[in-house]
């Protein structure tokens, strides 16, 4: 769950919904309940945009989650898990480890490999 402007905004895993709250949580509204993003796993306020780590890769929103678009969807840092404004760079832990992209993440680096 993220605070975005005057709102909540959180993903609801048993239907795979965007859902948001002006009333501080008490009660909650679908703003997006399409397929074509995967699975949300991790939501981001990121300047004027949302950021979604998806099962399918990071997804963005220019209009507070109401419509997402493909930021990257390659497979090579393996299946996005977080994300985390790093402040001149976002961060990615994925499966594969912790990525990095000066590119508001459309292009990622490898940074470090996680313990198994």
Request: glycine content about 12%.
């Amino acid at each position: 769950m993220i605070q975005y402007g005057n709102e909540l905004i959180r993903i609801n895993p048993s239907n795979n919904h965007i859902e948001y709250s002006t009333s501080q949580g008490r009660s909650w509204s679908t703003r997006y309940s399409g397929s074509s993003c995967g699975t949300f796993v991790d939501l981001l306020a990121y300047g004027k945009e949302l950021l979604a780590a998806t099962n399918k890769g990071v997804y963005y929103s220019t209009s507070e989650g109401r419509s997402w678009s493909t930021r990257y969807s390659g497979s090579s840092c393996g299946t996005f898990q977080a994300l985390q404004d790093g402040g001149k760079e976002l961060l990615a832990i994925t499966d594969k480890g912790l990525y990095y992209s000066t590119s508001q993440g459309r292009s990622w680096s490898f940074r470090h490999r996680s313990k198994k």
